[in-house]
């Protein structure tokens, strides 16, 4: 007999096994996207980098991972995919 898994039961380790996977500036990032959503992605960048004390390319390479992992939205403004709320919401 198949077992069958319960959606609830896989989606909490996923979102566990995702987050494990991302660098500590791609969590940063996303964090401050949640409280930044709207904000153009170039002022977002230089706010940011004054706050984490790196460079501009840094930060758009890791705004272009995040966005290539669909987390983040492809567009001007800074902004949470589905999926990228979801890896940020309280658990």
Partial sequence: MKTILR?????LPLKQ????????KQKIVLGRVKRS??????AFVLCLKE???CT????WKTIKSLRELNLLDDSS??????????LVMED
């Fill in 7 to 11: 959606a609830e039961t896989c989606i």
């Fill in 77 to 86: 403004n800074i902004k949470l995919t589905e999926t990228g709320k979801f």
């Fill in 51 to 53: 706050e984490l004390q």
């Fill in 37 to 42: 959503e709207g904000v153009s992605v170039s």
């Fill in 17 to 24: 096994l995702v987050l494990e996977k991302l660098n500590s």
């Fill in 56 to 59: 501009d390319s840094a930060l």
